[in-house]
T-cell receptor
Framework: DTEVTQTPKHLVMGMTNKKSLKCEQHMGHRAMYWYKQKAKKPPELMFVYSYEKLSINESVPSRFSPECPNSSLLNLHLHALQPEDSALYLC????????????FGQGTRLTVV | AQTVTQSQPEMSVQEAETVTLSCTYDTSENNYYLFWYKQPPSRQMILVIRQEAYKQQNATENRFSVNFQKAAKSFSLKISDSQLGDTAMYFCAFRDNFNKFYFGSGTKLNVKP
């Protein structure tokens, strides 16, 4: 199993909604990442978890709240988002921080209305 | 700060021919990793090839090879015997010692039959 699985694939939410994005991998990777990708732009790093602890937070607004409940799961909790937060959210994992290949999921296409 | 530049927003190549995608980067670090990622319309970021800066030998993966010029800070991707399935957005990426990725703006490659 060399997959990173993200759910849902598409999400439409209102600005007052609370929703969560989920990411799962069963490769035994201990580093997991959230990226945000706007249309026709490269991905931008948001958060990095290493051994279930937040390692990097790229000054992301608090309306985005990451959570790593165990070594296989990574969540991104969303609350009070703005329309400009509409983007593709990509999850990735690697064996450990700074080593090996990074495997990306297919992303969640988020639209905030 | 690290920067990655891809100067070719879009390129086309005939099936079975060879194409080279350009990438330059700027860094003051001596040890780092460079990557080429492919993002097809399915949205998933797929690792194409990886180069470790301390290795002088250019990385090769089947039809994909790189020309890594460390002094010139250049990292081009050559795709031989292009296939229709190679049609995608290609991102050059730099990973620093803090495991942060810096992506170029991408090159859209269109392989024509």
């Amino acid at each position: 199993d060399t997959e990173v699985t993200q759910t849902p694939k598409h999400l439409v939410m209102g600005m007052t909604n609370k929703k969560s994005l989920k990411c799962e991998q069963h490769m035994g990777h201990r580093a997991m990442y959230w990226y945000k990708q706007k249309a026709k732009k490269p991905p931008e790093l948001m958060f990095v978890y290493s051994y279930e602890k937040l390692s990097i937070n790229e000054s992301v607004p608090s309306r985005f709240s990451p959570e790593c409940p165990n070594s296989s799961l990574l969540n991104l909790h969303l609350h009070a988002l703005q329309p400009e937060d509409s983007a593709l959210y990509l999850c990735a994992s690697s064996q450990v921080l700074g080593e090996g290949r990074s495997f990306f999921g297919q992303g969640t296409r988020l639209t905030v209305v | 700060a690290q920067t990655v530049t891809q100067s070719q927003p879009e390129m086309s190549v005939q099936e079975a021919e060879t194409v080279t995608l350009s990438c330059t980067y700027d860094t003051s670090e001596n040890n780092y990793y460079l990557f080429w990622y492919k993002q097809p319309p399915s949205r998933q970021m797929i690792l194409v090839i990886r180069q470790e800066a301390y290795k002088q030998q250019n990385a090769t993966e089947n039809r994909f090879s790189v020309n890594f010029q460390k002094a010139a800070k250049s990292f081009s991707l050559k795709i031989s015997d292009s296939q229709l399935g190679d049609t995608a957005m290609y991102f050059c990426a730099f990973r620093d010692n803090f495991n942060k990725f810096y992506f170029g703006s991408g090159t859209k490659l269109n392989v024509k039959p």
